[in-house]
C-alpha cells in the first residue's frame, strides 16, 4: 500500500471539507425553502372571528359608561358599571361601525385598492367621529389626500388612538397573515394617523391574527410587537409593560403605577399629544391605552370578564380599550368556550351606523375577504380528511414598516392635494355659511351656584321643562358682525358656566327621514317635536358636523330645541339638515313662529 504523502492528506481534507460544506448549503437551503404552514377550517375561522367581534362589542359596551371620566386614576371597585345583556348590541358605537367603511372599500374594490380610494370612502361616511378620526375626515374632504390627512402636519392627533380602536377588523380577515395586517394599517391607518398611531392599530390586528391559531396570551402579545418597529416608543410601551407584569406578577395596580409615571406624567412620551385643556391628566394618546389592552391581557389570566375590567379599571379611554382586549382573547376562545351571556340577545337586524352591514352580513363579508386574503398571500383552500374545507396559509415572518415619529415627521413633498375628479367623488362637502339653520330664538344664560361645564348637562333648567317657555329673544346669525355659520353663544353672553336653548321649527312638504349634522361648543342636547333625538356631554372646540343623528321629519311644522352647555371659553352650536345621502333638501322653510304658513 502506497504511503500517503502530507501533501495527499491535504488534498483529501480539502476534498472532504468541500463536500461537507456542499452538504450543509444543501441542508440549509432545503431549510429556509421548505414552507410552513399553518391550517384553521372554515367553520373553525369563522367561530373564532365571531367570538372576536362579540368580545369587542362586550368589552366596549361593559365599558362605554366610564370612557374619560377616570383620567390618571384607577376605577374604584364600587365604580365598575354591572353588566347589562343589551350591552352586547353596539350598533352605534365608532369603536365598532368605522371598520365597516374599511370592510366595504375592500369588498368593493379588493385588498389592493389604493389608498386615496380608501380615503375618499372615509370622507363619504355619515358617522359621528372625533379626535384622529375626525380631524382626518375633515382634511380628507377639504380635499387634503392621504396619507397626508393623517400627517401631524395637518393633524394634530396623529399619534391619538384612533386607528388602534378600529383595527380589529384587520386580524379577524387575516388569520395567521401579519403582513397583511401590517399592509392595511400603511392604507386605511394613514387616513387618520401616524408613527405611533398607526402602530398601535398594526399591534392589535397582528394579535388578533395569531389568536386564531394560539392560546397563549405572551405569544400573541409577542406576536404583534413583532409587527411594528422595535426603535418606536409604542414598542417600548408594550415590552414596558411585559417586564412590569413579569416582576409584579400579582400586582396590576402596581404595574399601572408605572404606566401612568412613564406614559402619562412624563412629557417625553408626551411630545406629541393633543391632551389640553382642564383636565390635563386625560391621555388619549396611543401608547398608554396601547399598555391598558395589554395589561388586561397580561393579568386577565385568560378569563374574559377579568381582562374586561381590568383593562376598564385602567381608566382614561376604558370602552375602547377592553374592547381591544375582549375581543383578542375571545378570538382564541372561539364560540364554543364564549360566557354564555356574550352569545345571547344579539341584534342581527339593525344596521351598524351608517353602513351597509348588520351582525350576519359582517360575519359574511369577512369571511368572503379571509378566503380571497388567503389565496392572495400564497395560501389554499382544500378539503380535510373530514371534508370541510379548510385555509391552508403560509407562516410568513413580518416586514415591519419603518419607524416614524409623529413629533420629527417625515417632511412633505409634492402636491398633497386630491384631484378635481377625485374630490367630485367626495359627496360629503364641508358646508356653506348659507347651508345652515340660520333662524333662531335663544333663552338664557342659565346657572346653578356650584355647577358648571360638564355638570350643567342633566340640570334642567325652564326652557326644557315647559313647552310653552315664551321669554325668547331673536338670535343674530350672519348679521351685526355675527358669523354665519356658528350660533356664537360666547360671544351673545358673554358668560362662562352656563346654559343656553336655541328654538325654531322647520317645515317640510312630506314626512322624511333626515340627517341632522351637529356641531357644539362645549355639550348638546336635541328635541325634536319634544322628544330627545340626541345628546353629547364633551368638553370640545366647535366644528360643523361633529355628531349624526338620524331623525324623522314630520309632514308641516317640526319644533327644534337645542341646549347648548359651556364651561369656560368658546361657546355656540350648527345645525345642517339634510337627506340620508346628505344632500341639502329643497323646500325647506324656517321660522320661530310655528303659526306662520310658508
Known sequence: MACLTTTKIKNIMKSVNLTVLFVLIISLYSCTSKVTTQKIS?????????????GQMAGVGWGAPTEFIFNGR?????????????????????????????????????????????GIDFANSRYGLAHANEHGRHNLRL??????????????????????????????????????????????????????????????????????????????????????????????????????????????????????????????????????????????DAKINGAYVVIGLLYGEGDLDKTIIISMRCGQDSDCNPSNAAGILATSMGMEKLPERYKTGIDIATNFSFTAYNFPSLLEV??????????????????????????????????????????LPQEITGNVHFSEEEMDKIKVKIRRPEDLVNIWNVAGPFSKDGIGGLDLFDVAFAPEKNSKYSEWQKMPVGVDDFEADFINLERYF????????????????????????????????????DKLVHQNN???????????????????????????????????????????????IDGLKYSTNELLVP
Open 494 to 529: 358673554n358668560v362662562e358656566n352656563s346654559v343656553a336653548y336655541l328654538q325654531t321649527n322647520v317645515w317640510i312638504e312630506n314626512a322624511q327621514k333626515v340627517i341632522f349634522e351637529i356641531g357644539s361648543d362645549d355639550g348638546i342636547k336635541v328635541w325634536l317635536n
Open 366 to 407: 369577512c369571511t368572503k375577504l379571509a378566503k380571497k386574503a388567503v389565496i392572495r398571500e400564497g395560501g389554499s383552500i382544500e378539503k380535510n380528511a373530514h371534508g370541510v374545507d379548510e385555509f391552508i396559509i403560509p407562516v410568513k415572518e413580518p416586514l415591519v414598516p419603518e419607524v416614524l415619529q409623529s413629533w
Open 143 to 284: 380635499g387634503i389626500a392621504p396619507p397626508h390627512s393623517g400627517h401631524p402636519k395637518y393633524n394634530r392627533h396623529a399619534d391619538d388612538i384612533d386607528y388602534q380602536i378600529e383595527a380589529d377588523f384587520s386580524g379577524l380577515i387575516s388569520p395567521g397573515m401579519p403582513n397583511l395586517v401590517i399592509e392595511l394599517g400603511e392604507k386605511f391607518g394613514r387616513l387618520m394617523n401616524y408613527g405611533d398611531g398607526v402602530y398601535g392599530g398594526q399591534f392589535v390586528g397582528a394579535m388578533y391574527a395569531k389568536a386564531f391559531f394560539e392560546a397563549d396570551i405572551n405569544k400573541i402579545i409577542e406576536s404583534g410587537l413583532a409587527a411594528i418597529p422595535a426603535e418606536s416608543q409604542y414598542a417600548e410601551a408594550v415590552r414596558d409593560v411585559i417586564n412590569w407584569h413579569k416582576a409584579n406578577p400579582d400586582d396590576w395596580q402596581k404595574t399601572w403605577q408605572l404606566i401612568e409615571n412613564k406614559y402619562n406624567l412624563n412629557p417625553e412620551y408626551k411630545k406629541f399629544n393633543c391632551s389640553t385643556g382642564e383636565d390635563i391628566d386625560e391621555n388619549i
Open 42 to 54: 372554515i367553520p373553525e375561522y369563522q367561530s373564532k372571528m365571531k367570538a372576536g367581534w362579540l
Open 74 to 118: 384607577i376605577i374604584p371597585q364600587e365604580e365598575i358599571p354591572v353588566w347589562e345583556k343589551d350591552m352586547i348590541n353596539q350598533q352605534e358605537q365608532d369603536d365598532i361601525y368605522v371598520e365597516m367603511t374599511f370592510l366595504k372599500s375592500l369588498e368593493d374594490y379588493g385588498f389592493d385598492v389604493s389608498i386615496r380610494q380608501a
Open 538 to 584: 364633551e368638553e370640545r372646540g366647535h366644528e360643523q358636523g361633529q355628531d349624526i343623528a338620524e331623525v324623522n321629519l314630520e309632514k308641516g311644522w317640526n319644533s327644534i330645541l337645542l341646549k347648548v352647555t359651556q364651561g369656560e371659553g368658546g361657546w355656540g352650536a350648527s345645525l345642517v339638515i339634510c337627506d340620508m345621502e346628505g344632500a341639502l
